[in-house]
């Protein structure tokens, strides 16, 4: 027997034979290979205990997606659960269900998985977890479960040892691992040329705290030599720490590295308990990554009875002009305040306060003039003026207007006019702070009439010692979304985690920053093919409010002090309301823009924010990508083109129309000269009418793209 | 002029020499010297500035307490403020006023210094701070306050270096400096035998993180061998760490130690600031110590506009039980649970939970009988099963009980009989998790009819690296406290930080645990002259939830498998309720026992929980102390006296009896073989008529003491 070998041709003598199997078996010896294909057959995960470690290894089509590969935890303090392993149970099932998404980019989402279910026992400690794999036609997601046991009840994780041995040094799009930032641009190079780029990578953020020069965060987007598109990242994170990826640039592996806490600890485990699931998206097609929903699929559903208060929201917002500098959010030009010794009523104002009580009835107007759903307010509450980079604990209290923002006549006003208010609560990264006013605050909305809050964790966590995506923040994240969901409230949350799917069990969870936004800008500028990578890596968790809509591309123009500019057409700024996905979409820029340019304007205020049907019509990350979306519960679609800094023609058919129909099509496009430096604003609109069968040529100039409207004639 | 001393005869060119007086003059070499005395002109308080570094000295009717001793503070990351300083301003003034507390060991307080606070500059970096001195009759206080400043609004402590130079080698008794404990036995050394005695000294505790083989805790108490007796400690510890001492025992110099976040800095201070108060008492007589209302008078006032819900408590519990093993906290045997995911009701129960219906209405009827206020019920909620020792996060949720303690019920059977019932709230250090239970466990306790809560902070500070003592705890401890004002309800901080004199400013703070208490009678024992001692050290800070009372000294006779025996006699537990002042008693032993000695419980049943008046009769830290204290709104005076494991005998007269009244004395004290070892239970109990012209010869037994109710005749 194979599993004797490593006795060669010694004798045992035969009373002893049936004990050494057994604890041959136990100590792990046995190497049992097991197998499961994908629904399609075209996917294929093996596993078996290689002297006494777990080792996996992944395919597709035949070709290697993952070698080999390691997995395991290092554990503080008790002995490893990573060697000593046998396997001594297995379950496989199929799974084949099809739900329907509270909002979404498709109108139903199918979850088809073959299931691979190990169960490995460490003799030495009588400990036992479980590897649980779900192989789906698009790929692969694989977690570490503790049942509960008697000697496994409590753990400290050192490590997470998961390894993903790739198949070559492929092209990486990627950002430096951070504790605390995601808001990088992203490095498109080969795995081999991560260490030579990395020191450059990590430029300046608010709070920040990089580990190792060849240290990466997920979602992590990957194309080999050979053409295979493959994305690693995680799913339904959930009381655990969040993972980076440690690349070894020698092997091409990549190992699990988790957000460490104040005292160096990676995770406290109590038992029964589940890592999230590890997640390998493959394809040969660069589309079907951008479609995939695996992710979404390894969540859990939700248990909300209730989700008829989630809905998409399109809103404009008083933020772009502080962003650029043209107002801010700060009422005095005091510094050095403490809440409770502020008169606000007797200060001096310093003339630039945005969040003021007229000027946000302008933007009321021009909602719903418009016919957008809300009005982001920022700086409307008392702090503003010494809210950063000090490590304040009582920085805001959520609730105290400054007095020029009168809370009950604001939304008596939106009301009025048929639209919400979005709340803000920046925290300053101080979450004890933001807890202990956490009740009051939701309360306040309650009682004032909003339905959506944008949170903020610009700066270091404080207490200081914790990272935005240690396992204490991370239940702090999903603490905010149970207690907003109690109060039937939405989340926008920034500087929070990337997001893991988790909307599927927390459908208020509509929007994340977790990423480098349009904000960036106006602070030195984005990649030109930024917006042709994001929905590659970071969407690939969820959707990003990445505030685009920027038509008044130099700052200067807001803020003679400020020469950023945003790098991307006008025209293409209208389409990321297509290709960056999600339920919620700003029209970022300022409504005097807006109506110097109302002809383009149109396209915004016509594009849907939540959708039926997802197609992507081509796609090459860091190239381009073009999507087609149906709106949801209508005839029309919307098609959105982004592309890098070279420009290109852009051939796409529209046979995703339905058969029979004729369209209105409106070309949001680049003029033949545009730039998105040079000549950004130049765009062009035109009409045509349009079916199934017609094919479209359309330029995109550099660092731009195009939008259409599909309009059914007739409707 | 002596300030231009340094240059001796080098000529200055006429023109500069103004200029060069004013440099001089902020580099800090201007030498003013300054001096204030107490008002009755005892104490004087030296300072001046010493080659830019603030020196200060202190004396006691000529004899010197503190020697030149240094201020200052260490930053982080900035010129700290211990150097280059000069006096740039002064400020003198005397305060005399007379307060009510709410509740206390006197009907009146008088608060009578003089003051002097000097303004420091620092040229470099144009900062400055002052420092106030308070010099009263029984001692000094002095605080740094950072006054708001340019170049002074927020900074990091990363030591303060505040000394004490003492002057010899005194007899201290003394904890070992902890970051979360003070449950330790005092050592009574001189200061050099300290590091010999440390690593004894530290004995195993639940939590616990020692710094230095010669750190100590405050309150410490000292006498120099000529026979001053002095305390150091500290007053107002608010949004500032811990400070512990650390000596120097070659020149017996201590210096501040503060307790370190997570991090390791030691507090962040947003101007306008002031340090706590850093305290010494002093006299020549130990009484005085014992009756310093200094560390008191340090405090801010109260802001509580109604204080009637405030109100002393004597009470028995559901606890000792527990303590001795006879009973237990938990409801069934399991381990490693989650509170979501048990159903108590479906569950196996161990047989010995304490806090059952039935169980609990017999210290109601109990309660009731003998007129206590209330009965404290510990383990009445889920969770204890799995609640210590893992760092766990969610432990409690302080509202949902076993089933088999009917909340409402109780509640109205303690009503229905006159007595309440006092909430406990173990948080088991999981202190996020508290706070976000906090509103609706108070708001529970409203409904439910409690009005006062005993708090746990057993076990590490969850999340890790936080410590019981630093900055963030401190500020959790007060919100607490703040918290429970706003529901009216008194708190009783265990494993909380040592009192600071904190309830003058937050009157419901009725108790607090804070060092080794009676539970440790139960756990291997305390000294024999641990009672002789805490008065002067714990005590000095706030009133202690010693829990005495304690009747059947072997523990054995509750849980055979204990052999721990309280080192005291039945007589020396009946003293306790007047040598260990509290607002909050308890009657912590066994109904069932006192129903064996009701003749000496009634001692218990008399005694008052607070006080006009209060007399030292005799005292010596380590040996024996002997209060009288005079009923509140009444004639009646309690006499207690402890002493330490040599027995003594104890003459005093009764001076402070009303002239012209006669009165019934009650003396319950240790019979004449009476020992806290061989023979803990012999009392005897006499009665006597006495005025203020008589004198008592009393025994003590080894460990022994007694008590004396002295009724007015008639009364």
Same mark, same amino acid.
Not at 124 to 134: C, L
């Given at each position: ?293 695996? *992710?979404?699929? #390894? %969540?859990?559903?939700?248990?909300? =009875?209730? +989700?008829?208060? !989630? ?5 404009? @917002? ?88 009168? *809370?009950?006549? #604001? %939304?008596?006003?939106?009301?009025? =006019?048929? +639209?919400?208010? !979005? ?5 300053? @990264? ?110 690939? @968790? ?174």
């Amino acid at each position: 027997m194979q599993r004797f070998s490593i006795f060669g041709a010694r004798s045992i003598s035969r009373p002893f034979a049936p004990l050494l199997l057994v604890c041959l078996s136990l100590l792990g010896y046995a190497a049992t290979a097991e197998e499961i294909k994908s629904p399609n057959g075209q996917l294929t995960l093996n596993f078996e205990v290689q002297g006494g470690v777990p080792t996996y290894r992944f395919s597709y089509k035949g070709r290697e997606v993952i070698k080999p590969s390691k997995l395991g935890l290092e554990l503080k303090g008790t002995t490893s659960l990573q060697t000593g392993f046998a396997q001594t149970d297995k379950q496989t099932r199929s799974f084949d269900e099809t739900w329907t998404p509270v909002w979404g980019e498709a109108k139903t989402i199918r979850n088809h998985y073959n299931e691979l279910a190990v169960t490995l026992t460490q003799a030495e400690t009588q400990r036992t977890i479980r590897v649980r794999f779900r192989v789906f036609d698009d790929g692969l997601g694989f977690r570490y479960e503790f049942p509960r046991q008697p000697k496994l009840d409590y753990f400290t994780i050192k490590e997470e040892r998961t390894q993903f041995a790739l198949a070559g040094d492929h092209k990486a799009f990627w950002l430096p691992g951070d504790y605390d930032t995601q808001e990088y641009s992203t490095v498109t190079s080969k795995l081999s040329e991560v260490r030579g780029k990395m020191k450059a990578a990590v430029t300046g953020n608010a709070s920040q705290t990089t580990f190792s020069p060849t240290g990466l965060q997920t979602p992590l987007m990957l194309k080999s030599q050979d053409g295979l598109y493959i994305n690693i990242h995680e799913a339904a994170l959930i009381d655990y720490s969040c993972m980076h990826l440690e690349l070894d640039d020698k092997t091409m592996t990549l190992e699990s590295h988790l957000t460490p806490d104040a005292v160096g600890d990676k995770g406290l485990i109590q038992t029964p308990a589940n890592s999230p699931w590890r997640t390998v998206i493959v394809s040969d097609k660069a589309g079907d990554i951008l479609l995939s929903k695996l *992710v979404l699929n #390894l %969540n859990e559903p939700t248990k909300f =009875k209730d +989700v008829s208060w !989630i809905k998409p929201v399109k809103y404009v @917002g008083v933020w772009w002009e502080m962003i650029t500098g043209k107002s801010s959010w700060s009422y005095t030009n005091m510094d050095n305040i403490k809440l409770d010794s502020v008169d606000y009523k007797t200060v001096k104002l310093n003339g630039t306060h945005g969040a003021n009580n007229a000027h946000v009835k302008e933007y009321i107007d021009f909602a719903a003039l418009h016919g957008f759903d809300a009005v982001l307010v920022e700086g409307w509450n008392t702090g503003w003026e010494d809210w950063f980079g000090k490590h304040k604990d009582y920085v805001f209290d959520f609730v105290t207007p400054y007095p020029d923002f009168d *809370v009950q006549e #604001l %939304n008596r006003y939106a009301v009025s =006019k048929g +639209v919400k208010i !979005i709340m803000h609560h920046e925290t300053s @990264g101080s979450v004890r702070n933001y807890e202990r006013h956490l009740e009051k605050a939701f309360q306040f909305m309650n009682d004032n009439g909003y339905n959506a809050v944008k949170t903020g964790y610009v700066g270091d966590i404080v207490p200081l010692g914790h990272h935005h995506y240690d396992q204490w923040m991370i239940d702090h994240y999903n603490y905010v979304l149970e207690k907003a969901a109690e109060h039937k409230i939405m989340v926008n949350g920034h500087e929070a985690v990337r997001p893991t799917g988790l909307s599927r069990t927390f459908p208020n969870l509509i929007g994340n920053e977790a990423a480098r936004g349009t904000e960036y800008e106006s602070f030195g500028g984005n990649n030109a093919d930024h917006t042709t990578i994001l929905p590659f890596t970071r969407l690939i @968790g969820g959707p990003m409010d990445y505030t685009p809509g920027i038509f008044q591309t130099k700052v200067s123009a807001y803020n003679p002090q400020n020469n950023s500019f945003v790098h991307s057409t006008l025209a293409r700024q209208l389409a990321l309301y297509v290709t960056m996905y999600s339920p919620l979409q700003m029209a970022a820029d300022l409504p005097e823009t807006y109506n110097k340019h109302l002809d383009a304007f149109q396209f915004i205020k016509d594009v849907a924010v939540d959708w039926d049907d997802t197609k992507v019509l081509e796609a090459e990350p860091g190239d381009y990508i073009t999507y087609a979306r149906k709106a949801k519960g209508k005839s029309s679609w919307f098609v959105g083109s982004t592309c890098d800094e070279n420009g290109r023609t852009s051939k796409i058919d529209l046979s995703f129309l339905e058969p029979g129909k004729k369209y209105t099509a409106t070309i949001y496009a680049d003029a033949k000269d545009a730039h998105y430096e040079k000549n950004p604003q130049a765009y062009q609109i035109r009409k045509q009418t349009v079916t199934r069968k017609t094919k479209l040529t359309q330029l995109c100039a550099p660092g731009g793209g195009y939008a259409i409207s599909l309009v059914e004639a007739g409707k």
